[in-house]
């Protein structure tokens, strides 16, 4: 079911050529959705349009069937359902400790501080930051951060989550850790949708791709269809994640049924015999 | 970040209240100010520096480190008095031995009582603290988010200058200065782009011009307040007998 949906966006910064032209996406209820393309090609441009902090030159942002306004009241209900994460936490996180940050988005909302608090601590032990919940932002590492800013939005407790390039920058421990937390926030109910340009973290992780480049979206479909289309892939300058082109290759050898679903990740592919 | 902010945030009395910190730091700097030096000032210094690393295990380091600059300056501004100059020369001041020595002790005993402080309070406490007394919401937003982005800022400056220096930025006087001028030129644009973004993320989390955030204010520990005004009251009584 489609809950959030960009409709012919366009929009070009002042002075500039376009950086979103005619652009059309959608986001499906609890499927988690890519937005694959290579730097520049607009994506955070998309994000920023997708919770109204920019609004379009033409077309329109629909969310549960209702175009959305740009009145201080529009936006506000706006941003309840939709929650977004900044790629530099540091452009997110202000206040004097973690747990603080974390209230904002809740207070805002008009709750009261009993109702704040219980979602401040649940916010923080889903993200599993609860230990850090005193410490001042610059005393945290880059992976702790980055889940303080998602558990900011988290809070508020948003039916759609925008997330702009969630892995950038890092390591392995962090993007394992973040990928867990963002799989506990959907096993809640929370539809993500996050910006990359890594074709192998779509492919492993996303349900949806919609394959980006110089603010056109080139198409949109199952992760498996998107990925696998090369001359797409081509020309977003991108190409095939390699655990696909090795799955497929497999089909082709009968090392999986033609029916079967393709492995996702490295341990998937591995475990064929 | 900063040692001062580091010890701040981690020492043993960190949760203590704001209430106890400042009614001990500001009691014992009013009793270095009012009474006569020998031996209230004596007293004030180690009780505080004992506070300080026994009570709050502020590490020894950071507390020397701390406290090296401005100590150093007020002994040497107290050596001063120990000669007077005039048309004939140099000559030692009668009484100045004296009065170098009360004003040293003074002077220290001031600055172990603010050392004591900032050692145990981080800043946003301080600031929260000025905001119940009455500082504008305003101000006090405004200064939280100075301090906040004031690392940031600063981290960035520190590795554009290490940028520079690996490009020979600093080889000679001259380039020193101009790369200088360079970095301080890069890092206004750098602010305004990062407030926009900062804006940016606060409007999506609903701001609407208000801060407010949930804070975990320490309560008033009773023994604590208690405790801190019976020193205080001994280091006066004292004060005043014995000297």
């Known amino acids: 079911m489609t809950v959030l949906e960009a409709r012919a966006l366009t929009y070009a910064y002042p002075g500039e050529i376009p950086a979103l032209s005619d652009l059309d996406l959608t986001i499906r209820r609890g499927r988690r959705l890519a937005i694959l393309g290579p730097n520049g090609a607009g994506k955070t441009t998309l994000l920023l349009h997708l919770n109204g902090t920019l609004r379009p030159s033409s077309g329109r942002v629909v969310l549960d069937g209702a175009e959305m306004g740009y009145s201080r009241s529009d936006l506000a209900a706006w941003r309840r359902r939709v929650g977004l994460v900044l790629q530099d936490a540091d452009d997110q996180l202000f206040a004097a400790s973690v747990a603080e940050d974390v209230s904002f988005g809740p207070l805002n909302m008009g709750l009261t501080e009993a109702e704040a608090r219980e979602r401040v601590e649940q916010a923080l032990a889903a993200m599993g930051i609860a230990a850090l919940a005193e410490r001042p932002p610059h005393m945290l590492s880059f992976g702790q951060k980055k889940r303080a800013a998602i558990a900011g939005a988290m809070a508020m407790r948003p039916d759609i989550l925008l997330l702009?390039?969630?892995t950038a920058g890092l390591d392995q421990r962090g993007s394992v850790l973040l990928l867990a937390a963002l799989a506990a926030l959907e096993a809640r109910?929370?539809?993500?949708?996050?910006t990359t340009h890594d074709v192998d973290l779509a492919f492993a992780t996303a349900d949806e791709v919609v394959l980006f480049d110089n603010g056109k979206a080139l198409a949109q479909g199952p992760a498996e269809t998107v990925l696998a289309n090369r001359s797409l892939l081509e020309a977003a300058h991108l190409r095939m994640p390699?655990?696909?082109?090795?799955?497929l290759k497999a089909r082709k050898r009968g090392l999986i049924a033609p029916d079967a679903p393709l492995p996702r990740t490295r341990e998937e592919i591995m475990a064929l015999d | 970040m900063s040692p001062i902010d580091r010890a701040a945030q981690l020492n043993r009395w960190r949760h203590r209240s704001l209430t106890e910190k400042t009614v001990l730091t500001l009691g014992m700097l009013a009793l270095t100010v009012t009474l006569p030096p020998y031996p209230a000032a004596a007293a004030v210094i180690l009780v505080m520096t004992s506070a300080a690393l026994l009570g709050a295990r502020v590490p020894v380091r950071v507390w020397l480190a701390c406290a090296v600059a401005p100590m150093g300056f007020l002994l040497v501004g107290a050596v001063s008095l120990l000669v007077q100059v005039d048309a004939t020369g140099a000559t030692l001041a009668p009484g100045g031995?004296?009065?170098?020595?009360?004003?040293?002790?003074?002077?220290?005993?001031?600055?172990?009582c603010l050392l004591f402080l900032a050692l145990t309070t981080p800043t946003s406490d301080l600031i929260g603290g000025l905001r119940r007394l009455g500082l504008p919401a305003e101000i006090a937003e405004i200064a939280l988010l100075m301090y906040r982005f004031l690392f940031l800022l600063g981290d960035t400056a520190m590795t554009m200058n290490a940028a520079q220096a690996a490009r020979l930025g600093h080889a000679d006087a001259g380039r020193r200065m101009r790369s200088l001028g360079l970095l301080i030129g890069n890092l206004l644009p750098r602010a305004l782009d990062r407030a926009r973004r900062l804006e940016i993320g606060l409007a999506a989390r609903g701001w609407n011009g208000g801060m407010r955030v949930l804070s975990n204010r320490a309560a008033v520990s009773v023994p604590g307040l208690a405790l801190a005004l019976l020193v205080e009251a001994a280091v006066a009584a004292m004060g005043l007998t014995l000297s």
């Open chain 1, 164 to 166: 702009d390039e969630p």
């Open chain 1, 189 to 194: 109910g929370v539809t993500l949708a996050f």
């Open chain 1, 242 to 247: 390699f655990v696909l082109e090795l799955g």
């Open chain 2, 97 to 112: 031995g004296m009065a170098a020595a009360k004003l040293a002790l003074r002077s220290c005993a001031g600055v172990t």
